[in-house]
Every structure is written in C-alpha cells, then in structure tokens.
C-alpha cells in the first residue's frame, strides 16, 4: 500500500466515523445505560430504564440535550480513529491476501471472495480493538456517571452529586485535636469527572493497562462483529451489482460508444452502498451483541457495582461476569438495549459507507 493510499483510507474512514457518531451518539448512550445497570442493584439514588425511549426520554428531561450528549468528544476522536483505523487495516490486509494468494499474486483491481474479504475484516476488527478499548472505556464510564447522581433541581441541568452532611467539628486523626469544619454552604458541590480526570483515575488505580479494562469483549466483538460487517455489505453490493448488470448490460459512454457493464467497471450507486451498509449494520450488531454488553458492564461496574473495602485489582473476568449476566438475566440481559443498538445501526452503518464509497469513488 502506497503512502497516498494510506492517507486516503485514514481521511475518508475518519470523516465517515465523524458524521455517523454525531448521529448515532444519544442512542448509543441509551445502550450504553441499558447494558449497565442488567447488573447494577436497585437503589433509591439510582434511575433503572424500562427500555431504550424510557432512558431517552427521562435524558432529555433531566438533562436536556448536554445530557443526551454527554462524553461526545472522546467517542468523536475516537470513531474518526476507529473508523480510519479499520479500514485502513482492511485495505491492508486485503493487499497481503492478494500477495499470498494460492493462485499467485493478484493485482490490487483483482476482487476478492467473500470469505478472503470476510478474513480480511476479522484481521481489521482484531487490530482495531486494541486502540478502541480505551475510547470505549471512557466514554462508558462518561454515559453511566450520571446514574449515581440525584435528580437536578431544574429540567435540563447537569445534576451534581450532593455533598454529605459534615459535623460543626471534629477531631484530627492524626494528633486528637478538635477542629472546626466549614459549614456545608462553604463547600463546593462535585462535579462529574471528565474524560481527562477519568483517564488519570484509571492510570493511578490501575497503571496504563487498566485502560484496557473490558478489552476481551471488545476483541470479541470487533473480530467477529467487523467481518460479519464487511462481508454482509460486500454480499449485498455485489447483488446490487450484479442485479443491475443483468437489467442493462451495456453502458453507453459520452461518445455514444457501447460497452458491455461487467463488476469491475460498474460503481456502486449511493443508494446501493446505503442500502448494504445499512443491512450490513444491523447484520453485524446483532451477530456478537452479547460480548458488547458483557463488555460495557465490566467497564462501567466501578460506577455503578462499587466494591466494599480496599481497591482491589481488575479482576472481572469476561467469562465470569457473562456467566454471572446469564444467570441472573438469561439471553434477555445479553441483549439489553440491542433493538435500539440495531436501530442506530442501520442509518449510521449506511452513513459511514455512503460517505467512505462516496470519496473513494470521487478521488479515485
């Protein structure tokens, strides 16, 4: 792959990640929350969802539209990096699977089957899970924080945590000396960490690794997810293709000189990468749905599951809290808030190939 090529598929893939996360980002929240709380204990102080509309519209009023996106920047940065990662990692391992290939070499306009491209895209999702943990830890931890928060005195207000009563006096733990306490006008209410002192947080508790807290989900997910993905939309746009070549076999050029259309030479149309994309979307999020809520509850279970006594090292297991989820909850707590994740995956999956097709075909 040439530099040229490289910087094509970073722009292209970042620009469509953009444009489909500010779309798709408040339904994701609602996932998000609904995923978080299949484990968390009912509480007075803590908001439990009946599904994704009941979490929207209980956002909205509570918190207003800062509410519905809350922790934005992270996921934006990182679905423009996600997004460019994956498909350069994509173009990528298409390249060496074409150098490899049984039959020789084949050149970079040579398509490939449907099981090398599907075998392509795993390789892509398998590598871009390293860099999307971290993202998707924090902005997790970012969409469920306000949950442990009480309800804001006004609608549309970011709720801050109440301070807890403080004595008129107390007494220094080190010397025994009584001292006077401010009162409790005098102290500033906590405002919610935000992704800077999130990450610290992480970094002092855990050190770097634990920023990839929850990464065997993610691996899962995107390794099996991204070559359903890709395959299913490869599928489907080659069925277009092929559709529209046999209804007209032959195209007619400027100069009036016929051609016959075959699948190397014929574009896809917007609406043909809409379309697959969108089915290619759904197909892919609901395929390894579980590992993502497995995931989102292990990354956000210091938020809302907090463990009694000293720190303790990471120490939920994939395996374990999907165990524990299947117990308790069975496939309905695997699949909390998939419906709203399909549904956001259809227009936002369409958006993101639209626009990635759309530029590769105008600077191609």
């Keep these: 792959m040439t530099a040229k090529q490289a910087g094509k598929d970073i722009l292209f893939g970042s620009f469509a990640g953009m444009v489909a996360e500010v779309f798709e980002y408040p339904f994701d929240l609602a996932k998000v929350r609904l995923q978080a709380q299949v484990l ?12 994704p509309m009941h979490c929207l519209s209980h956002t909205w009023k509570e918190e207003g539209l800062r509410g519905l996106y809350r922790g934005l920047p992270a996921p934006i940065v990182g679905s423009m990096a996600e997004t460019a990662a994956l498909f350069l990692a994509y173009s990528t391992f298409q390249n060496m699977i074409r150098s490899f290939s049984s039959s020789g070499p084949l050149s970079n306009s040579a398509p490939l089957s449907i099981p090398q491209l ?9 590598v871009t899970s390293f860099v999307l943990t971290p993202i998707e830890l924090v902005k997790c931890k970012m969409q469920v924080q306000m949950l442990n928060f009480h309800p804001p005195t006004a609608p549309g207000r970011i709720p801050r945590r ?7 006096s107390a007494r220094s733990y080190h010397t025994g000396r009584a001292y006077t306490v401010p009162p409790p006008a005098t102290v500033e209410a906590l405002r919610p960490p935000g992704p800077i002192a999130l990450i610290r947080s992480i970094i002092d508790s855990y050190g770097v690794r634990g920023l990839w807290l929850g990464h065997t989900g993610t691996l899962v997910r995107e390794t099996g997810g991204t070559a359903a993905w890709f395959m299913a939309k490869e599928w489907v746009a080659r069925k277009l293709v092929a559709r529209r070549i046999r209804n007209s076999p032959y195209e007619t050029a400027s100069d009036g000189t016929r051609a016959p259309r075959t699948a190397a030479n014929t574009e896809l149309l917007p609406w043909e990468s809409a379309f697959s994309g969108a089915l290619a ?14 995931k989102s509850a292990i990354q956000t279970e210091e938020e809302l599951r907090p463990r009694t006594g000293p720190l303790k090292p990471l120490s939920s297991s994939f395996l374990g809290t999907f165990r524990l989820m299947w117990m308790k909850h069975g496939l309905k707590g695997l699949y909390a808030g998939c419906g709203m994740t399909v549904a956001r995956a259809v227009p936002s999956s369409g958006i993101i190939f639209v626009v990635y097709d759309g530029l590769t075909a105008y600077f191609s």
């Design 118 to 126: 599907t075998l392509a895209a795993a390789g892509a999702g398998f």
């Design 162 to 168: 109440p301070v807890p009563p403080l004595p008129s």
């Design 40 to 51: 968390s204990p009912a509480s007075s102080t803590t908001i439990h969802f009946n599904g």
């Design 281 to 294: 979307g759904a197909f892919g999020a609901l395929i390894f749905y579980p590992a993502d809520t497995v």
